[in-house]
Structures are given as C-alpha cells and as structure tokens.
T-cell receptor, first 111, second 111 residues
Framework: DAMVIQNPRYQVTQFGKPVTLSCSQT?????MYWYQQKSSQAPKLLFH???????NEADTPDNFQSRRPNTSFCFLDIRSPGLGDAAMYLC??????????FGPGTRLTVT | QQQVKQSPQSLIVQKGGISIINCAYE??????FPWYQQFPGKGPALLIA?????SEKKEGRFTISFNKSAKQFSLHIMDSQPGDSATYFC??????????FGKGTMLLVSP
C-alpha cells in the first residue's frame, strides 16, 4: 500500500502560470518535507513542517510556498514557475528523529 | 559547505561482484546514517540505515560499515545484480535536524 502519495505524477505548466502539487500520507507522521531534485543531483530541501510549524530553508525562493491543512496533506505552490523550476518534486514524511520516507515524486515540466 | 562527501560519483561493477560506496561526514553531532536507492523517475527508497552505536549492519546483500573515529561510513552490495543498477545516496542527520545528502553515486552492474 502506498504510504506517501503524490499527485499528479506528471505536471506540465506554462511559464508564469501558478501550479500546485499535492502530497498525502497514511503514516500519521508529524513531519512532512518538500524536496526539489534536478537531474543527476541530490534532493534539495525546500521546506518542512513539524506538525503545523513551518520551516523554510534560507535559500528557498519566495516563488515557492507551502500549505499543510492537516496531518495527512501538504501542498507545494509555485506562484510563477520559471524554466529553472522544472524538476522532480519529492514529498517525504517522518516522525521526529526517525526514518524519512519519500513519495514517488511529481515531474514538473515548464513550457 | 558540503557536510557529507560521497565517492565515487559513478561505479561500474560486474554481476556477482561487490559494490562499495563511501561517505565521509564532518559534523560530529550526526547520529543517524541512512542510505537511499533511487531508480530513474522514482523517489528515493530507504535501503538501510545505521546509528553510531554499532560498527556494522547487514540486511541481505546490503551492509553498512561505520567508522566513528574516521567519520566515515560505507555501503557494500554483495553479489551485485543488474537490478541493483541505480543511484545511491548516503545521508546523515541528528535529532531534530533534517537530512544532509551526499551527491550520489550512479551504480551500473553489467550482466
């Protein structure tokens, strides 16, 4: 059974057109993460939540926003996607100090 | 500042051989060291992890060796198979901190 679910798996958006990626989890983990991964690179943390406490990485562009309406769901909003935002976006979850589990990712294409 | 250095960047091993990937860390506060396996187009999957109270952990064909004094840890894949061909990431964290990833190793196991 899928534990970290990401929708959609593939997303195509136009330059400058807002897009939202979603993540849900069935693990009841209190920590949720969003990572950006570009080709042949390691995942790069954008932000994470401890419960509802939002933590933004210092180098995450303002163009990226996130919402976590409840324990199970988390959203990544890209307000004005640029060509450089084309990447795989990975959602992950964990309990504090425990194993981190990744979802299958959403491949974002910006045209 | 990269806190986890991973080598080699790429590795070719013959079927049945041993694959060895090494990581070195700088932050002595790190106390959790996972390895992730990632196939193209998929999210990273937790493969095996170790904490510094042991020097070795084995799960099937996968073994982590950990050297606390040298601040190094390595992944050994015994009897490597073509299906093991993937990118492997080492990572580290401590307590409430988020994962710090190595840059990854692309492993190709030739038939």
């Amino acid at each position: 059974d899928a534990m970290v679910i990401q929708n959609p798996r593939y997303q195509v958006t136009q330059f400058g057109k807002p897009v939202t990626l979603s993540c849900s989890q069935t693990l009841n983990h209190n920590v949720m993460y969003w990572y950006q991964q570009k080709s042949s690179q390691a995942p790069k943390l954008l932000f994470h939540y401890y419960d509802k406490d939002f933590n933004n990485e210092a180098d995450t562009p303002d163009n990226f926003q996130s919402r976590r309406p409840n324990t199970s769901f988390c959203f990544l909003d890209i307000r004005s996607p640029g060509l450089g935002d084309a990447a795989m976006y990975l959602c992950a979850t964990s309990r504090v100090g425990q194993e981190v589990y990744f979802g299958p990712g959403t491949r974002l294409t910006v045209t | 500042q990269q806190q986890v250095k991973q080598s080699p960047q790429s590795l070719i091993v013959q079927k049945g051989g041993i694959s060895i990937i090494n990581c070195a860390y700088e932050n002595t506060a790190f106390d959790y060291f996972p390895w992730y396996q990632q196939f193209p187009g998929k999210g990273p999957a937790l493969l095996i992890a170790i904490r510094p109270d042991v020097s070795e952990k084995k799960e099937g064909r996968f073994t982590i060796s950990f050297n606390k004094s040298a601040k190094q840890f390595s992944l050994h894949i015994m009897d490597s198979q073509p299906g093991d061909s993937a990118t492997y990431f080492c990572a580290a964290n401590s307590g409430y901190s988020t994962l710090t990833f190595g840059k990854g190793t692309m492993l190709l196991v030739s038939p």
